[in-house]
């Protein structure tokens, strides 16, 4: 599986952004996918993850209520919603495949190559 994702950018304070992740194979729809943020300076980071069928979730309490994660797997992409973003918001978002849903990026296979998302107060 490769994951490619894209929709990072400068937004200010209280804004939002949808980050996307485009897989490339047949068994995209057989993978958990999650997002992951690296901010300068700081560990890489759990945000969300989705299981493969999409009815179960699981966010970081940093962003419950404000970030949404979803998939399509006609399209073979997984969306994150971003709203109400913070400065401490600020990484690089990377996307990444696994066979079961996980919080662990040591359970994550395949990796997408990161976009940058920041956020100015």
């Known amino acids: 599986v490769q994951l490619q994702a894209s929709g990072g950018g400068l937004v200010q304070a209280g804004g939002s952004l949808r980050l996307s992740c485009a897989a490339s194979?047949?068994?995209?729809?057989?993978?958990?996918m999650g997002w992951f943020r690296q901010a300068p300076g700081k560990e890489r980071e759990f945000v969300t993850a989705?299981?493969?069928?999409?009815?179960?979730?699981d966010y970081a309490d940093s962003v419950k209520g404000r970030f949404t994660i979803s998939r399509d797997n006609a399209k073979n992409t997984v969306y994150l919603q971003m709203n109400s973003l913070k400065p401490e918001d600020t990484a690089v978002y990377y996307c990444?495949?696994?066979?079961?849903?996980?919080?662990?990026?040591?359970?994550?296979?395949?990796w997408g190559q990161g976009t940058q998302v920041t956020v100015s107060s």
């Open positions: 990444a495949a696994a066979r079961i849903l996980s919080s662990s990026g040591n359970v994550y296979d395949y």
């Open positions: 194979g047949r068994t995209f729809s057989r993978y958990a």
């Open positions: 989705i299981t493969w069928s999409g009815r179960s979730t």
